[in-house]
């Protein structure tokens, strides 16, 4: 897991062969007059997903993991949004199995740490990161970039 400040995104550009593109696009692109939806940059290899939620206590936000991908996480419009973290290496619980279509697996797990992530922030999310996003009160407006690894 990373969590920065955007104007540090270029230092993590070698971490991945498509992490600069990726990275470009959000410095480039105004979110806030984005449809939510998943937009594609680079066919299933870098793909945004803007959303506008709801955020979730604590309680029912849940552990998830991806195998195929690395998410970037960055808050659009919103005062905060908090995200539960633990090794995925050490969560237990899953909630059912594996679904490879949706890359995404769920746990019942409590997370280990808590991080707090604001506009101008992203959070960088490994298949090694169990993390709990969402959580919080009112309503965010975000941007998931989902990488290849």
């Not at 498509?18 to 806030?32: H, N, P, Q, V, Y």
């Not at 937009?39 to 939620?53: C, P, Q």
């Not at 604001?118 to 009112?138: K, N, S, W, Y």
């Amino acid at each position: 897991m990373i969590f920065d400040s955007l104007k540090n995104c270029a230092t993590y550009y070698g971490v991945n062969p498509r992490m600069k593109r990726a990275f470009e696009l959000i410095r480039s692109t105004d979110w806030t007059a984005t449809e939510p939806g998943i937009h594609h940059l680079d066919g299933k290899d870098i793909y945004v997903n803007v959303m506008e939620r709801c955020l979730k206590q604590r309680a029912d936000a849940k552990l998830e993991v991806h195998n195929e991908y690395i998410d970037i996480q960055v808050l659009v419009a919103g005062r905060e949004e908090a995200f539960g973290w633990s090794d995925r290496a050490d969560v237990k619980k899953p909630q059912g199995d594996f679904n490879a279509e949706k890359d995404i697996q769920f746990f019942d797990d409590e997370p280990q740490t808590y991080y707090t992530l604001r506009p101008g922030q992203f959070t960088i999310l490994f298949p090694e990161d169990a993390h709990a996003p969402m959580v919080g009160e009112g309503t965010v407006r975000k941007i998931i970039v989902k990488v290849r690894k």
